[in-house]
């Protein structure tokens, strides 16, 4: 794992229609593509917005890749994603190059098959640092229900650290550990999840600038 003494600088019996399927992953690419630390920033609006993407497409396969987190309320865990016999899903650069996309999946024995995804920054790729603002989002597939946080307030990488992967000058490993002081909340309003804390691993890409683009509706 990582070495925390190095110093860093900053910086889820039916089968639901459609539209309960496709209804929370629109909502999770919107406010991943309204970036991290924005709370007046609202969702666009479904009727305009582009179609969402799928949860694979969200979730592409990594060599290496964990979780391991403390959800209370609406869902009481204690995620190990570290072993599963899984892998787990690729990271991200934000388009915009200020920050990271770490994606997890994973089914729980009461919550069902459950999607988190976390937007850290601002950091750079590459970039080591402390006290980032993190915003999560936790779905619980073919549910139609999720949980988000919005704004820089609520939740904060302690330390987060990149290393290059040998042989790729685009690609690094991730390793972080962080908190949250408030919950997730239902949109709406309603239930919570609060995600006391968490520690991941995870291979991030960086975008090439020929393939600087975004999948609909995460632009």
Sequence with gaps: MVNWQEPYSFRRAHRPDRAAQLGPLLLVTCLLGAG?????????????ASPPAAPEALCVAADAGSLRARLSGAIEAEIDWSDSGEPQC????????????LVYRGTLPEAGPLLIVLGAGPVRPGESARNVPVNITLVREGSGEFF????????????????????????????????????ARAVGGGPAVLVSRFDVTAIVDELDDADDTAPAGEQ
Aim: contains cysteine.
């Design 36 to 48: 991290c630390g924005r709370a007046a920033d609202p969702p666009a609006p479904a009727e305009t």
């Design 90 to 101: 690729r990271g991200s650069v934000r388009p915009s190059g200020d920050g990271l996309r």
């Design 148 to 183: 988000a946080t919005q704004g820089d307030d609520k939740c904060a990488f302690d330390v987060l650290h990149q290393t290059p992967v040998e042989g790729s000058a685009k690609s690094f490993r991730v390793e972080g550990r962080g908190y949250c002081m408030q919950p």
